[in-house]
């Protein structure tokens, strides 16, 4: 079965706060693969694990229907009161029970969820709904991120890189899959026509306060902060003030670059 790490409504709107939108470098890489590929118009993108629809809306800015599914009630929540452009809508489903009709999608996406998925299954459901000549582009990015500001970027992205590090601890075995660049994912795909890139950098724009945020949103914070509230809150307050102190500021509002690598595996039917 899949695993749901994200279900509690306080969780989600956290993570509708703070979660970021694929970058620029990954969407171009997504849509180039899919001029590429495409001969015929996109008339249906499911975007599966869409969480509360960071990549959802992405996706409507380009293509003439899109729905995002997701198993979390609280994430479809979000995601349907977050403003979006009439073509999209969302429903409440498992990646692996797609209520989609056989052969009848285009495009098959998934932004930093598919290693919550029982992938078996996740792959017999996409090359079940998947028309012939559709395509797949699922991506997620990695654990080694950095922080950059001025000239204090090695020391700054040091001290995320702590906290970061410490919450990773209390990872789910499932983040093995990122950990791996998503080369089972790979593998498990069906089609022999796909390719993995490993080496997608973007710059993600945010401010030390959407940082401190990003890291409250990941689910192994909401797994420390279940087992230590009290630690989890003084952890990220602390690396606040330290990131603040190594950058000379006091405004948690401070713009930073975030820096993400991404891995997308791309596939034609």
Known sequence: ?????????????VYQKYRFAPGKKLQQTILTYLQEKRTSPVELVVDVGCGSGQGTR???????????????EAQIQEARETPSMPNVSYLVCPAEELPFEDA????LTSFTAAHWFDIE??????NRV????????????????????GNCSEKLTEVFRECWDLL???????????????????????????KRITDIFDNIPMTVAGVIGYMESASSYQVFKKND?????????????????TMGVSARETPVEFWVRHVCVLGYK
């Open 229 to 245: 509230p009290e630690a989890a809150k003084s952890i990220l307050q602390e690396t606040e003030k330290r990131m603040l102190e």
């Open 1 to 13: 079965m899949a695993t749901q790490m994200f279900e509690g409504r306080g969780h989600a709107a």
């Open 130 to 149: 998947l028309k012939p000549g559709g395509c797949v582009a699922i991506s997620t990015y990695t654990v080694d991120m950095s922080v950059r500001y």
């Open 104 to 107: 009848s999608v285009d495009v």
């Open 121 to 126: 299954k996740f792959m017999r459901e996409a």
């Open 58 to 72: 992405f996706l409507a800015e380009h293509f003439k229907k899109v729905v995002g599914t997701d198993i979390s």
């Open 168 to 194: 990773l601890k209390y990872s789910h075995r499932r983040i093995k899959f990122v950990l791996e660049d998503y080369r089972e994912i790979f593998e498990a795909l069906p089609f022999p026509d796909k």
